[in-house]
């Protein structure tokens, strides 16, 4: 087994990626005198969420993954976050490379749903290291990188929300089964609605009012018929 010893020393958003990368700073060390070659590098990062306290809030946003707070000594398991691969150049006694990770607003995604839930603090990441070194002073020796190799960072929960943020600014995304979509374009076409936030601000202010709640009186722009009065059989049409 080889001796690599890996350390992450900071992470941080890639202002120039064409989608939401995170970039973690990872220094890798070897036995002194030793030179590695190349390391092909497998790295798995998996979000530690029991490793935090989270508020009232987020408690309540993080409900649908992890349940009631009162079972949270049981459902709080560790998330799988992303699984990179790299190669790390030759270098003898130490290095730092660079992980670049790609990352996603889809809110079917458990790690995307949790980091969307913290409102501050740190999210708690372990990154888990496997591969192969090509290391040796005439030649090439071929060994595993040890198993038991890991490093623990924690990524700013402003990084991230600055990362989305400079992507996809005040939104948020959701992925819809194609026959919902064409229901929706559907509906919206027969409301003859200016954009899918009106489509949507519409379908909430036709639904029943939450008890307690006023009944709205109009749906955003004035566009389509009253809110309050539903279209039950609308969105299931040309479907």
Not at 33 to 62: F, S, T
Not at 182 to 187: E, G, I, K, S, V
Not at 219 to 227: D, H, I, L, S, Y
């Amino acid at each position: 087994m080889s001796e690599l010893r890996f350390h992450c020393v900071d992470v941080r958003a890639d202002p120039y990626a064409a989608g939401p990368t995170l970039l973690f700073r990872l220094r890798i060390t070897a036995e002194p005198d030793v030179r590695v070659h190349a390391v092909a590098l497998r790295c798995q990062l998996r979000i530690e969420p029991a490793r935090r306290k989270y508020a009232r809030h987020e408690g309540e946003r993080l409900t649908d993954l992890f349940g009631e707070r009162s079972r949270w000594g049981t459902t709080l398991h560790p998330i799988q976050f992303a699984q990179v691969a790299l190669m790390v150049p030759g270098f003898t006694g130490e290095t730092q490379v660079d992980v670049v990770v790609p990352c996603t607003y889809d809110l079917d995604i458990a790690a995307t749903r949790y980091l969307r839930a913290l409102d501050e603090g740190e999210v708690p990441l372990l990154l888990l290291f496997s591969g192969t070194v090509f290391s040796g002073p005439a030649g090439f020796r071929v060994t595993p990188v040890a198993w038991d190799r890991e490093a623990a960072v924690r990524l700013p929960v402003r990084v991230w929300r600055e990362m989305i943020e400079q992507h996809f600014p005040g939104c948020g995304w959701l992925r819809l089964p194609g026959d919902l979509m064409d229901a929706l374009l559907a509906f919206r076409t027969r409301r003859g609605l200016p954009s899918w936030e009106d489509t949507v601000r519409v379908l909430l202010a036709s639904t029943e009012p939450a008890v307690g709640e006023p009944a709205a009186v109009a749906e955003p722009g004035g566009v389509g018929e009253p809110a309050g009065i539903a279209e039950p059989a609308g969105i299931g049409e040309g479907v």
